[in-house]
């Protein structure tokens, strides 16, 4: 099946890209819930956290801390910003390629709807 996130790493499918390296992209949120919404995603195609193995650990760590620092440069570090995976129905996962949710830049609920 093909997987709309393959579709963005390989650019095939248009984005709002604002990083990128050789294992990772993180591009705008076409449907944004916030006034930033950026989705991180590994270049390499893991279908789901379940999939995730001692060897994705780095990985996993250095999309958190790049979410972090992107999260600085748009300015989101003082007033605060969340970062989410969803997983599941029950969550709402709806692109089953993982993706790190970073949002910011309005009082974000909680505990979310
Ligand atoms: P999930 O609900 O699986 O946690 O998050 C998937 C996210 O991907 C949603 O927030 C949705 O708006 C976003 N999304 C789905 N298709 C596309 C796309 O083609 N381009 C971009 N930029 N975002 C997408
Ligand atoms: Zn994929």
């Known amino acids: ?17 604002v990083f990128s390296d050789d294992r990772m992209l993180a591009f705008h949120d076409v449907n944004p819930g916030a006034p930033t919404h950026l989705l ?9 956290l379940s999939e995730l ?10 999309m958190v801390r790049k979410a ?15 970062l989410v995976y969803n997983f599941g129905d029950d969550a709402g996962e709806s692109v089953h390629h993982i993706h790190l949710h970073l949002l910011g830049g309005r009082r974000l609920g909680w505990p979310p709807g």
């Open 1 to 17: 099946m093909a997987c709309i996130f393959c579709g963005i790493a390989a650019s095939k499918i248009p984005s709002k890209t």
């Open 53 to 62: 193995a001692p060897g994705d650990d780095e990985l996993v760590g250095a």
């Open 68 to 82: 972090r620092d992107l999260a600085k440069d748009l300015g989101l570090a003082e007033r605060g910003f969340r």
């Open 40 to 48: 991180l995603i590994p270049r390499r195609h893991i279908e789901s």
